[in-house]
């Protein structure tokens, strides 16, 4: 009798412990909400537009950044909510000294050839997904020196390099600088700004905001992203910072001032 209750003892025990690391594990809560590890899909995006396995053109000195999606594939869980926050992703380029790509997804074209972008999304061993495209860089004409204008972002004394788009709501918001906007926080991933005056949008669905990311939320409110996360909002694309990482350690995690600078 005293061996079956140490028995018991033991299968207690161990299924506490089942039970307390499937709880833990992301990997267990990405499975439960989205079905099986390989129903999931991740896409790689340049201007809105899907690139996987294609090759696509960019003029030499010119920057893109890379938005992914990150979403279950099967019909079954479509409509379900990925834990996406343990991922982690890295960027690879085979020929850097035609394009280089930033760890957070900005490609710099520099000079005239073609080179093939990897990128690896990993939650664990088991848990991977590689996708690629191709970049063909081609030489820049007179009349490409306006497809982004440069912009300088200055907080607490850090000056961030930035880009913004050639169209409408960016131009007009360029048109205001020099301007140093006081940037609320929100939800730890950003800060916001309401202008009094409206701007023209061009609303889509991004999916994913990534770090740097800088948009127009309705027509008056600019945001600036200092993480990446999912989303379902949308949004009116305004440019991004280069270097994320120190744009995000420099605005911190309270409201902030931010000055805006052509140039």
């Avoid at 995006?45 to 999606?69: A, E, H, P, Q």
């Avoid at 305004?238 to 911190?252: L, S």
């Amino acid at each position: 009798m005293q061996g079956i209750k140490i028995f018991d003892k033991l299968s207690a025990v161990l299924i506490a412990s089942l039970i307390i690391g499937l709880v833990q594990n992301p990997v267990w809560q990405t499975e439960a909400k989205t079905g099986v590890q390989d129903e999931w899909s991740v896409t790689a995006r340049l201007d809105s537009k899907k690139v996987n396995r294609k090759t696509v053109t960019m003029k030499k000195g010119s920057n893109k950044k890379i938005s992914l999606t990150i979403a279950p594939k099967n019909s079954r869980v479509k409509n379900s909510k990925m834990n996406t926050s343990f991922l982690k992703t890295k960027y690879h380029s085979n020929k850097k000294s035609i394009v280089s790509v930033t760890k957070t997804g900005v490609l710099k074209a520099k000079k005239k050839g073609t080179a093939k972008i990897t990128i690896t999304v990993t939650g664990s061993e088991k848990l991977k997904k590689k996708v690629w495209f191709k970049v063909k860089v081609m030489n820049k004409s007179n009349s490409d020196n306006k497809t982004e204008i440069p912009v300088t972002l200055t907080v607490g004394g850090k000056t961030f390099s930035a880009k913004f788009y050639d169209n409408p709501a960016a131009r007009e918001l360029v048109e205001k600088m020099p301007m140093t906007l006081s940037m609320e926080e929100l939800n730890g991933n950003e800060k916001y700004h309401y202008f009094d005056t409206n701007f023209p949008t061009n609303e889509t669905s991004p999916k994913q905001i990534q770090a740097g990311d800088i948009k127009l939320y309705g027509s008056g409110c600019l945001v600036t992203f200092y993480k990446s996360f999912t989303t379902s909002y949308r949004y009116t694309s305004v440019g991004y910072v280069e270097d994320a990482a120190g744009f995000a350690r420099a605005v911190g995690s309270g409201n902030v001032k931010i000055t805006f600078q052509k140039g």
